[in-house]
């Protein structure tokens, strides 16, 4: 193949990539969970400046997973659940802000990120399910309005929403996520979806049993 292949987003490897983080007894590998948030910045990177804010806002919060796992107690942070574990028993969550001095916990980071995966399944379903006519700018606004927009600031909403009108039409975002066409798109967008919503839900469960889903 090209050289270059790997740097254009790729749907089948947003499906790979959520589909390998869940291992069989149901833990979520954090390594594969964020290589498809990666494959995900590709996507938005194709999409034009105007949503450099939301890439560059989504490779910080992957940064700062990763510098978790690089860190001195890297290992524990192989899962979503060892993660929640062990700042749990290190008093690290931050159910508190946390002191200024200390790095944004994995989980209040992770969280972040969950919130908007939310974002994606809502957006990718209202996609999938669109008449030829449908307009993805609606849907985004939509999808936002419900599973974002509640967690962010004023001059966020702001901002979000002057990138939405920057979206492609239906057409061209179905070019985007799938050259192959749109039958075949909206077969790959199902697989990708069921993913996902797996990856969500497990997330959840372990998020919502532990107090942890509105950490500041
Ligand atoms: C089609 C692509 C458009 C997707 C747009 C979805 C809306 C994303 C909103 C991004 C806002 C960026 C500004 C910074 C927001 C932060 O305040 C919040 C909360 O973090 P905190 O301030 O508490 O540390 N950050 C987030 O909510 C993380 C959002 C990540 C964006 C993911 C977008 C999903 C893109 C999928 C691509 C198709």
């Given at each position: 193949g090209s050289p270059f292949q790997e740097h254009r987003f790729q749907i089948q490897r947003l499906m790979r990539a959520f589909k390998a983080s869940l291992t069989p007894s149901g833990q979520i590998l954090l390594w594969e969970y964020l290589s498809g948030w990666k494959e995900l910045i590709k996507f938005m990177d194709s999409l034009g400046a105007a949503f450099g804010?939301?890439?560059?806002?989504?490779?910080?919060?992957?940064?700062?997973?990763e510098q978790h796992q690089s860190g001195e107690h890297g290992h524990h942070y192989r899962t979503v659940q060892s993660m929640?574990?062990?700042?749990?028993?290190?008093?690290?969550?931050g159910f508190q802000s946390l002191p200024e001095d200390q790095p944004p916990s994995g989980c209040r980071t992770l969280l972040r990120l969950h919130r908007a995966l939310k974002w994606l399944e809502l957006f990718l379903h209202k996609l999938s399910t669109s008449r030829k006519d449908g307009a993805p700018s609606q849907m985004c606004a939509e999808a936002y309005r419900e599973a974002l927009a509640p967690y962010h600031r004023w001059w966020?909403?702001?901002?979000?929403?002057?990138?939405?009108?920057a979206l492609p039409s239906r057409q061209e975002l179905y070019r985007l996520l799938c050259p192959e066409g749109e039958h075949q798109g909206q077969a790959l967008l199902l697989g990708a979806l069921g993913s996902i919503s797996q990856v969500y839900n497990i997330t959840q469960e372990v998020f919502a049993s532990h107090q942890m889903l509105d950490l500041p």
């Amino acid at each position: 193949g090209s050289p270059f292949q790997e740097h254009r987003f790729q749907i089948q490897r947003l499906m790979r990539a959520f589909k390998a983080s869940l291992t069989p007894s149901g833990q979520i590998l954090l390594w594969e969970y964020l290589s498809g948030w990666k494959e995900l910045i590709k996507f938005m990177d194709s999409l034009g400046a105007a949503f450099g804010l939301v890439s560059r806002e989504t490779q910080s919060k992957i940064g700062i997973m990763e510098q978790h796992q690089s860190g001195e107690h890297g290992h524990h942070y192989r899962t979503v659940q060892s993660m929640v574990a062990f700042e749990l028993a290190r008093g690290l969550v931050g159910f508190q802000s946390l002191p200024e001095d200390q790095p944004p916990s994995g989980c209040r980071t992770l969280l972040r990120l969950h919130r908007a995966l939310k974002w994606l399944e809502l957006f990718l379903h209202k996609l999938s399910t669109s008449r030829k006519d449908g307009a993805p700018s609606q849907m985004c606004a939509e999808a936002y309005r419900e599973a974002l927009a509640p967690y962010h600031r004023w001059w966020v909403r702001q901002a979000v929403a002057l990138a939405f009108l920057a979206l492609p039409s239906r057409q061209e975002l179905y070019r985007l996520l799938c050259p192959e066409g749109e039958h075949q798109g909206q077969a790959l967008l199902l697989g990708a979806l069921g993913s996902i919503s797996q990856v969500y839900n497990i997330t959840q469960e372990v998020f919502a049993s532990h107090q942890m889903l509105d950490l500041p």
